[in-house]
């Protein structure tokens, strides 16, 4: 099939590439020059693993990016994976949604084939029929006859969106017609997965639920953990009896600094908002955010608690990145934990394998090293804030430190006397 993705981002880039991988056509538009020559060349601009070898065994072959929407008519699937980031009250922001439909829109005006419209993008309950639909058709001059309109939710997490993309728990497509949905299905021919079929409102808020039940996960096992701390009980033993439970499962009972990353601190405060636009007050998904914003401070405090004022003393910082695998800093929780150590005067040595270039746009004066060891150098404790594979192999690194007190704000390290922001 000949697709096409508006947006060359996290989900458009890992989308597109997959969709080549599997067998199709696939053109991605996006704005950025310096991506679309790295795009073209086979270099992925973000780091995901996977990706590259994708890009070199696609690009030239069944994948191109460019900056403008000529030579589209004969698309078959338009794929519009655009930001939707945060506006200042936490609703979505559609901007770059309506002028993806828009620029589709005058790109298909002339053309003959049924074409189908869907979008990849994280957008409110009625988005698609509201601001897509018809601003599309109204850019085209087209009728909704000759073309379908669907959304198809991603859910690919950072560090393992190719394998999550080549087994996903499901498939989600909701559509306007059952010709649009069908279209849609062959774009996944080759995914052996469940797949549902929605109205197009129900495929937006399946992605805005699971999601923020997911955060819900997180910030209920932090709430469990801070009780645990003071209780002299190892929250995770207790979250691992609690998994067993068949009804509730294992994943994203960790406790510790909370979520951060693109995803789930954007929608729970999207899904709030238009709650709150429909006059329900969402109370269970606001205490979602009032414990996550909370647990970065508390392992401050109780980095405080071991050694006293932070003013003038030496930091290590072991992660910087929301989640391990990934470059991405985006909400992590170790730009507030910066932030409060530098507000108190703390002294900053940082490491993460990934994240250090992404971090400098934040904070481009902090002490960023090569090594964990590096960083660990003299350094009067230690917070371990991103689950690193690698951080599980430091052991006589810490014994550079000045003196060895360690915090984790995720528990990844295995050695004696360490302590942790939950546990």
Not at 31 to 41: H, P, S, T
Not at 134 to 157: A, D, K, V
Not at 166 to 173: E, T
Not at 355 to 365: G, I, V
């Amino acid at each position: 099939m000949k697709i096409t993705v508006v947006g060359g981002g996290y989900v458009g880039l890992v989308s597109a590439a997959c969709f080549a991988d599997l067998g199709h056509n696939v053109t991605i538009i996006e704005i950025d020059n310096q991506k679309i020559d790295e795009i073209n060349k086979g270099i992925p601009p973000i780091y995901e693993d996977g990706l590259e070898e994708i890009l070199k065994a696609t690009v030239g072959k069944s994948l191109v990016s460019q900056a403008d929407y000529h030579d589209l008519e004969d698309t078959d699937v338009f794929f519009i994976c655009v930001g939707t980031p945060p506006q200042d009250d936490g609703s979505a922001n559609l901007t770059y949604l309506s002028q993806a439909a828009e620029s589709i829109g005058t790109a298909i005006r002339g053309a003959k084939k049924y074409q189908v419209i869907t979008v990849k993008s994280t957008v409110p309950p009625g988005t698609t029929e509201s601001v897509v639909l018809p601003g599309l058709l109204r850019s085209s001059g087209r009728t909704e006859e000759s073309i379908g309109f669907c959304m198809n939710p991603e859910f690919l997490r950072e560090g393992r969106a190719i394998d999550d993309f080549k087994n996903p728990d499901r498939i989600v497509i909701g559509g306007n017609t059952n010709d649009a949905i069908a279209l849609v299905k062959q774009v996944y021919a080759g995914v052996s997965a469940p797949l549902i079929t929605t109205s197009i409102k129900a495929a937006e808020m399946i992605k805005y639920t699971s999601n923020s039940f997911l955060a819900m996960k997180i910030s209920f096992s932090n709430e469990i953990g801070n009780l645990c701390k003071k209780l002299g009980i190892n929250v995770y033993e207790v979250m691992n009896g609690v998994g067993y439970d068949h009804r509730i499962n294992p994943h994203f009972l960790n406790a510790g600094l909370g979520f951060g990353g693109s995803c789930f601190p954007k929608d729970v405060m999207a899904l709030i908002r238009l709650a709150e636009k429909n006059n329900e007050e969402p109370i269970l998904l606001k205490s979602v955010i009032t414990v996550n914003e909370g647990q970065p401070e508390k392992i401050v405090s109780l980095l405080t608690e071991r050694i006293g004022a932070l003013s003038d003393k030496h930091i290590a910082i072991l992660g910087l990145a929301f989640k391990d695998n990934t470059d991405d800093v985006r909400d992590s929780r170790s730009i507030p934990v910066i932030q409060s150590l530098l507000k108190k005067g703390a002294k900053i040595t940082a490491y993460d394998p990934m994240a250090t270039e992404s971090m400098k746009r934040y904070y481009p004066n902090l002490n960023y090293k090569q090594t964990a060891g590096e960083a660990l150098e003299g350094a009067d404790a230690c917070l371990v804030l991103t689950e690193w594979p690698e951080f599980k192999a430091i052991d006589s690194e810490f014994n550079r430190m000045k003196t060895k007190v360690i915090i984790e704000g995720r528990r990844i390290l295995s050695l004696d006397g360490i302590e942790g922001v939950c546990w």
